[in-house]
């Protein structure tokens, strides 16, 4: 029988987590032809979480933890869940029941259908904040656009995936994750589904509109190098109009002599250049940062107990 892993991590999820165990335990209750197991990945929450999963555990043999020694958020969650599953197949899951469990059926079948990955889109955002959805849907755009990778709106961390593709992820590890890129680049055939957007059924969203911007940076610069281009570009741009402006100057200079007024047009240059001087400091500051910290080669998770067998930890070497 094959063996299907459900991933899930959890950040202080105490208020909503026995909603999603009853759950998702009934939807595999209803399923015969598979066998499950659980990997919750506790995220370093500072509630009782981890509590809670030990009960879990020790009532069921087919549910296994994995706690953090702090929280390294949900890209590295889902990184060691991935590196310690051991079934055909492995499905991730939010906790909170915005990816709804029932889907693991559609995703199965899928899966039987000869597909490598079947990847569950929220077909709205209703639900979510208006400025959040605006900013979302921009970000798509761009990163689609200047990123060699394609990356669906909508498309989440909610996709079951086989054997082969889950060693294609995990191979790739880089300490800087964004999934949803990782989970394009790596290609495989995937089917897509469409869900119906939910709210969270109790708790709070762990994404701050802060920690989002900050994620969408993330996503462009990790899988696509046009801003750097972008900065070449306006310096090439800037340094062929400044030499025409320089011949002008000068054959103005020749013809009619020296001219002292010019404040306004020295300052507006100064700050000008100046501006996409710093500009371009930045992007380049932006990718260098990047390469320090996968230079460094940290692990991108680290356990601080778990009933795995043989937990496997991200020390590299
Ligand atoms: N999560 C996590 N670590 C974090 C933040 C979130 O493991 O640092 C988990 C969280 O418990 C949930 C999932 O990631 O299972 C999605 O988080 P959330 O619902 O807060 O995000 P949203 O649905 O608002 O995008
Ligand atoms: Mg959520």
Redesign the pocket.
């Known amino acids: 029988m094959k063996k299907v892993d459900i991933i899930?991590?959890?950040?202080?999820?105490n208020q909503v987590l026995e909603l999603f165990f009853n759950e998702a335990y009934k939807v595999i209750s209803g399923i015969n032809d598979y066998s499950f197991e659980f990997i919750f990945?506790?995220?370093?929450?500072s509630d009782n979480?981890v509590d809670i999963l030990k009960g879990y555990a020790k009532k069921y043999d087919f549910v296994k933890y994995i706690s953090f020694s702090r929280?390294?958020?949900?890209e590295?969650?889902?990184y060691a869940g991935l590196k310690n599953s051991t079934g055909d197949f492995a499905v991730m899951?939010?906790?909170?029941l915005?990816h709804p469990p029932k889907l693991i059926l559609d995703m199965l079948k899928a899966m039987e259908e000869g597909y490598d990955c079947c990847s569950a889109n929220r077909a709205t955002r209703d639900g979510?904040p208006k400025l959040r959805t605006f900013f979302t849907r921009r970000f798509y755009r761009l990163v689609n656009r200047i990123s060699e990778v394609d990356m669906p709106d909508g498309a989440?961390?909610f996709r079951m995936m086989n054997r082969k593709m889950i060693n294609a992820v995990i191979a790739m590890s880089e300490v800087q994750r964004f999934s949803k890129g990782i989970f394009s680049w790596v290609g495989f055939k995937t089917k897509w589904i469409k869900f119906e957007n939910v709210e969270?059924a109790a708790?709070?969203?762990?994404?701050s509109f802060w920690k989002?911007f900050k994620y969408a940076l993330d996503g462009i610069t990790a899988f696509s190098t046009a801003p750097l281009k972008l900065a070449s570009v306006l310096g090439i741009f800037i340094s062929f109009s400044s030499f025409v402006y320089l011949i002008y100057i000068v054959a103005k200079t020749i013809i009619s002599g020296v001219d002292l007024p010019g404040y306004a047009s020295i300052i507006t240059l100064i700050l000008f250049v100046g501006g996409i001087t710093i500009f371009s400091c930045g992007i380049l500051g932006e990718y260098v940062a990047k390469i320090y910290m996968e230079v460094k080669n940290r692990p991108i998770y680290i356990i601080r107990e778990s009933n795995l067998e043989n937990e496997k930890n991200d020390y590299k070497k």
């Open positions: 899930v991590p959890c950040f202080n999820e990945v506790d995220d370093g929450s979480t929280n390294f958020g949900k590295s969650a889902m899951l939010d906790s909170d915005q979510d989440g961390d969270r708790g709070e969203t762990k994404w989002l």
